[in-house]
C-alpha cells in the first residue's frame, strides 16, 4: 500500500531559527514528489515539484531535498518567520495501473508553530 | 489571474440533510479534483474530472455523494444524506493537465462542513 509518512507531527520554534520536516514514502513507481504549505483555513499552496532526477530544489527560504533510492525528502526553512506558521504537507505523485492517469498520496502534515 | 473559487465557505447542517458545494476551476483549467480534509489529515480525493469526464471516483461514496461537472467548468458536489462523520473541510482544486505528471495544483480556500 502507497504510503507517505512526515515527522514530526508538530514543531515549535522561535523566530529566525531553521528547521527541517521529514518526509518518507512507500510509494512505487515514483513520479514526482511536492510539498505544500497550508495556512489555517486556506487550500494547500505548492513550495516545490521534484521529479525522481531532481535531489535539490529552492523557493524563496524554502529548501526541498530527494533521496529517490532510500525514499526519503525533507523540506528545510530557514530563518523562519511568523508567517511560516502553518501545515506543510508531502505529497508523493505514481502513475496509476493503467498508465492514463496518476494517483497522489497526501501525508497528514507537519504542523509548525514559529514563536516571536 | 483569478483563484479556485468555492461556495459557500461554511455550512452546518443537521444529519440526514443535504447540501451541495460548488466550485470554479481557473479558467482553461482541464483537471477538477474535490477532496475531504478530515481535521488533522492529509486530503482525500473524492473524485477527479478530466473536462467533463470522471477520471478517478473510487474513493468516493457513492451511496450518498455525487459530483458532476457541467461543460467542462464549474463541478457540484453533493451529500445526501449527511452523517456526523461527513463533517470535515471539502477542498476543490484544478490543474491545467494531469496534476500528478508535474502539473500545478492550484487549491481553493475549502467548505467547512459540520454535520450536527
Known amino acids: 500500500k502507497n504510503q507517505v509518512e512526515q515527522s514530526p507531527q508538530s514543531l515549535i520554534i522561535l523566530e529566525g531559527k531553521n528547521c527541517t520536516l521529514q518526509?518518507?514514502?512507500?510509494?512505487?513507481?515514483?513520479?514526482?514528489l511536492r510539498w505544500y504549505k497550508q495556512d489555517t483555513g486556506r487550500g494547500p499552496v505548492s513550495l516545490t515539484i521534484?521529479?525522481?532526477?531532481?535531489n535539490t530544489k529552492s523557493n524563496g527560504r524554502y529548501t526541498a531535498t530527494l533521496d529517490a533510492d532510500t525514499k526519503q525528502s525533507s523540506l528545510h526553512i530557514t530563518a523562519s518567520q511568523l508567517s511560516d506558521s502553518a501545515s506543510y504537507i508531502c505529497?508523493?505523485?505514481?502513475?496509476?495501473?493503467?498508465?492514463?492517469?496518476?494517483?497522489?498520496?497526501f501525508g497528514k502534515g507537519t504542523l509548525l508553530t514559529v514563536n516571536p | 489571474e483569478a483563484g479556485v473559487a468555492q461556495s459557500p465557505r461554511y455550512k452546518i447542517i443537521e444529519k440526514r440533510q443535504s447540501v451541495a458545494f460548488w466550485c470554479n476551476p481557473i479558467s482553461g483549467h482541464a483537471t477538477l479534483y474535490w477532496y475531504q480534509q478530515i481535521l488533522g489529515q492529509g486530503p482525500k480525493l473524492l473524485i477527479q474530472?478530466?473536462?467533463?469526464?470522471?477520471?478517478?471516483d473510487s474513493q468516493l461514496p457513492k451511496d450518498r455523494f455525487s459530483a458532476e461537472r457541467l461543460k467542462g467548468v464549474d463541478s457540484t458536489l453533493k451529500i445526501q444524506p449527511a452523517k456526523l462523520e461527513d463533517s470535515a473541510v471539502y477542498l476543490c482544486?484544478?490543474?491545467?493537465?494531469?496534476?500528478?505528471?508535474?502539473?500545478?495544483?492550484?487549491f481553493g480556500p475549502g467548505t467547512r462542513l459540520t454535520v450536527t
Open positions: 518526509c518518507n514514502y512507500t510509494v512505487s513507481p515514483f513520479s514526482n
Open positions: 521534484m521529479t525522481f532526477s531532481e
Open positions: 482544486a484544478s490543474s491545467p493537465g494531469l496534476a500528478g505528471a508535474t502539473y500545478e495544483q492550484y
Open positions: 505529497v508523493v505523485s505514481a502513475p496509476d495501473s493503467g498508465g492514463s492517469n496518476y494517483k497522489l498520496t
Open positions: 474530472f478530466q473536462n467533463n469526464g470522471v477520471v478517478d
